[in-house]
Antibody, heavy 117, light 106 residues
Framework: EVQLLESGGGLVQPGGSLRLSCAAS????????MSWVRQAPGKGLEWVSI???????YYAEAVKGRFTISRDNSKNTLVLQMNSLRPEDTAVYYC???????????WGQGTLVTVSS | DIQMTQSPSSLSASVGDRVTITCRAS??????LNWYQQKPGKAPKLLIY???SLQSGVPSRFSGSGSGTDFTLTISSLQPEDFATYYC?????????FGQGTKLEI
């Protein structure tokens, strides 16, 4: 059974850093297309980043240069390193799997990141 | 970036109704379009991919159509569990943008 479990969210001050993890089971992270999608409180879904099975990565303009997506293959885990956090980064962050870059077929339950002083 | 615009933003309907939600893209991209359903406090769920392909396990009352810039999600006969928010997403080019959502209410 495919499962995704995010962790690492919490309260952080503006300008701070946070590292989100997404532990996967039932499939191999490195063989799939893995994404992060966020949702600000009461708002819609916002695509954040994707890492292709081949290793290429792409980012939304709003996070480019501040966030880094990566994989820890030894732990079968997806990671999002978030630096220089801003209040507008406050959201629930979901990790999601895609058997291709074209769709997201399994999602985690999300982890809340709050950026506030 | 490709902008995705859904209409309507909210919709009131009744059990048994046929409902159609529209998604329009700011540029043409064939059929690289997905639909997701999200219920309050839950993660989104994939319903339709490649504009018209039904994801495994999704009831057949859900269907999708369209290509180019105009796409639709149709629910043929609304069930109580279908009241949720629906999002389209283009998967043609990064950033893989979502529509703003359509909230389907009783």
């Amino acid at each position: 059974e495919v499962q995704l479990l995010e962790s690492g969210g919490g309260l952080v001050q503006p300008g701070g850093s946070l590292r989100l993890s997404c532990a996967a089971s039932g499939f191999t992270v490195s063989n799939n297309y893995m994404s992060w999608v966020r949702q600000a409180p009461g708002k819609g879904l916002e695509w954040v980043s994707i890492i292709y099975s081949g290793g290429s990565s792409y980012y939304a303009e709003a996070v480019k240069g501040r966030f880094t997506i990566s994989r820890d293959n030894s732990k079968n885990t997806l990671v999002l390193q978030m630096n220089s956090l801003r209040p507008e980064d406050t959201a629930v962050y979901y990790c999601a799997r895609g058997p291709s870059k074209r769709l997201l077929d399994y999602w985690g339950q999300g982890t809340l990141v709050t950026v506030s002083s | 970036d490709i902008q995705m615009t859904q209409s309507p933003s909210s919709l009131s309907a009744s059990v048994g109704d046929r409902v159609t939600i529209t998604c329009r893209a700011s540029q043409s991209f064939s059929t690289y379009l997905n639909w997701y359903q999200q219920k309050p406090g839950k993660a989104p769920k994939l319903l339709i991919y490649a504009a018209s392909s039904l994801q495994s396990g999704v009831p057949s009352r859900f269907s999708g159509s369209g290509s180019g810039t105009d796409f639709t999600l149709t629910i043929s006969s609304l069930q109580p569990e279908d009241f949720a928010t629906y999002y389209c997403q283009q998967s043609y080019s990064t950033p893989y943008t979502f529509g703003q959502g359509t909230k389907l209410e009783i």
